[in-house]
Structures are given as structure tokens and as C-alpha cells.
């Protein structure tokens, strides 16, 4: 895990540190869990500790575990394979890459997840200036290869292969409603998990988030699918609470209005420019907008390891 940058903790502009990290850094074999969490934990005390002119700087920390790919050789879960068109850290964004993701409903992947939350928040909890730390807490479980809620849905044509995704979604028994029914439970276990602290789903605004089957369980085109994120984000998540919505941080975000954003700046992708020089970038941009910045701590692909 690679500490915050000085820069990043010295800046006054900079209000906290937004943590993307992959549920494997956690998975040591079976329902058992370690891995990162210590590193985590020291990591988020050095950003606690952190002084600007013998002043503390008093920043905080946003965390996310990815799921989805980063959530492999679950005991018993049922997986899915497919292929996405949208890879970030690698060069030829056209060539798709193959994904394993889980599939969200399984009923024993929903009791891996339970345990693994319960565990997570304990360990937290164990250090007062670890949880204190933290502002939020990002609500995934069902995702792809970023904290975004969303189920691969691409079709692509590969060689003699046609990975079609709605396909393989319908073989599996996909509905709409089997996925509702795992965010109520999903959602209810993060707030029981962290019941004082801030809830954010990030979503993918409009269709894109999930595959072209309607709410009849049939194959459709991709403009005739429910519109799945705008109910669970209206019906789900805003009803208890839940700030939900893409580019979940920041102001400036065209996301639909039903989205509540969160007066801060967020940014998740990789980047072209040397990570100072993004930084110097970013905090400009935020200054022009007279906001805040949730940084984040480190790229999350292969370009960047953690």
C-alpha cells in the first residue's frame, strides 16, 4: 500500500484521503480475512497524526473495497465470465479484457460479504484514531472493476468467440428484482456495520450499469432495460439516507438531478500526467470551483499497484 503523498497531507485545500482498495488485498483463504489491514490501519493513524505548522491537519479518510474481479475464488459463489470493452491502466482501451465478477445474488456470496463487512468494521473499530478518521464509507459489493455500482453488461466480438452479456446474465438467472432485493440486504449491511459514519453508493449514471434484459427477465435492447439504477438509487438508497451518485463527490458533476452529490472533489481514474502534477492540477481545478478535495490515495490498476 503506498503512503499518501506529503504534498496531498500538507495541502489545506486537500480535506481527506478517498481509499479505493481490492477485497482480495484482504482474502487469505476461505472465510478468513487479514492481508492489508494492517498496513490499512497505519496508513489511515499516519494520515491522523499528520501536522501543518505543529497544527493538526486533521484530515480525514473515505474507503471503498472493490468487489466484483477483485472478489475471485469466493468459497462456492457462482461466477460469471465476461468481457469489458473499458479497461483503465491499459493503453488499447478498444481491446477488451476477460472478468470474472461474482454473481451478486448468490445467496453464498451475500453471506461471504456479510462476514467479510462484520470483520472489516470490527477491525476498524478497534482502533479509536483509526475510526475516528474515517468520514465514509463507500456501500460495493456489486460491482466490476471500480467501486461503482454496476454488472459488466458489454457485448463484444472477439476472434470466433461472441461474449454475449446479457446472455450469460439470463443463464444465471438474472432479474431485476434479484438485484434490488441483494442491495436492500447489501445496503443494510454496511449501516449496521457503520452506523455513525456517512454511506456512499457510487452508481453509473443512466442504463449503462447493468445488461439489456427487462424487468420481464427477457433480453431487450439497450434502451428498452428499466432504467435499474434510478430506482434503486430513488426507492433503496436516498430513502435511508444514502448519498448515491456517479462522480459522487464532485459539485460539478452533469449526473441526472435526482443524484446527490457531496460538495467535494473526486476524482477515480487513472491518469496521463505524473501523479504531483495531477495533484497540482486537481487542487487548482477545485480552488476554481470553491470546493473541497476528497483525494484519492493511489491509483487502483496495474499501472499503479497499491
Not at 23 to 49: D, S, T
Not at 104 to 117: E, G, K, W
Not at 148 to 172: C, H, I, L
Not at 244 to 258: D, E, F, I, L, V
Request: hydrophobic share 35%.
Amino acid at each position: 500500500m503506498l503512503k499518501t503523498p506529503a504534498n496531498v497531507l500538507n495541502s489545506p485545500t486537500i480535506h481527506g484521503i478517498s481509499m479505493d482498495l481490492k477485497l482480495e488485498q484482504f482474502m487469505v483463504g476461505g472465510y478468513n480475512f487479514g492481508g492489508a489491514i494492517v498496513e490499512l490501519k497505519k496508513e489511515i493513524k499516519r494520515i491522523a497524526a499528520w501536522t501543518i505548522n505543529g497544527v493538526n491537519a486533521n484530515k480525514k479518510v473515505s474507503i471503498a473495497i472493490m468487489c466484483g474481479d477483485f472478489a475471485s475464488n469466493i468459497p462456492d459463489v457462482e461466477y460469471v465470465y465476461l468481457t469489458e470493452a473499458h479497461h483503465e491502466g491499459v493503453p488499447d482501451d478498444a481491446v477488451p479484457h476477460g472478468i470474472s465478477v461474482p454473481v451478486p445474488y448468490d445467496s453464498n456470496y451475500l453471506s461471504y460479504l456479510s462476514r467479510f463487512i462484520e470483520w472489516f468494521a470490527g477491525e476498524l473499530k478497534s482502533e479509536s484514531k483509526v475510526y475516528d478518521t474515517i468520514d465514509s464509507i463507500k456501500i460495493t459489493g456489486n460491482n466490476q472493476k471500480t467501486p461503482e455500482m454496476r454488472m459488466p453488461n458489454q457485448d463484444m466480438t472477439v476472434g470466433d468467440s461472441f461474449y454475449n452479456a446479457a446472455v450469460k446474465w439470463k443463464d444465471v438467472e438474472y432479474t431485476t428484482t434479484r438485484v434490488t432485493s441483494f442491495t436492500i440486504i447489501n445496503q443494510s449491511l454496511f449501516q449496521s456495520a457503520f452506523p455513525d459514519k456517512t454511506l456512499i453508493l457510487p452508481i453509473i449514471s443512466g442504463l449503462a450499469g447493468f445488461p439489456c434484459i427487462n424487468a420481464n427477465g427477457e433480453i431487450c435492447k439497450p434502451n428498452q432495460r428499466p432504467d435499474l439504477t434510478r430506482q434503486i438509487v430513488t426507492e433503496i438508497a436516498q430513502p435511508d439516507g444514502i448519498i448515491a451518485g456517479w462522480c459522487y463527490m464532485n459539485p460539478t458533476s452533469k449526473a441526472p438531478t435526482y443524484i446527490s452529490a457531496k460538495p467535494c472533489y473526486y476524482q477515480t481514474q487513472n491518469i496521463v500526467p505524473t501523479y504531483p502534477q495531477w495533484i497540482h492540477e486537481t487542487i487548482l481545478n477545485a480552488q476554481s470551483q470553491n470546493c473541497e478535495i476528497f483525494e484519492m490515495q493511489a491509483a487502483i490498476f496495474k499501472k499503479y499497484p497499491i
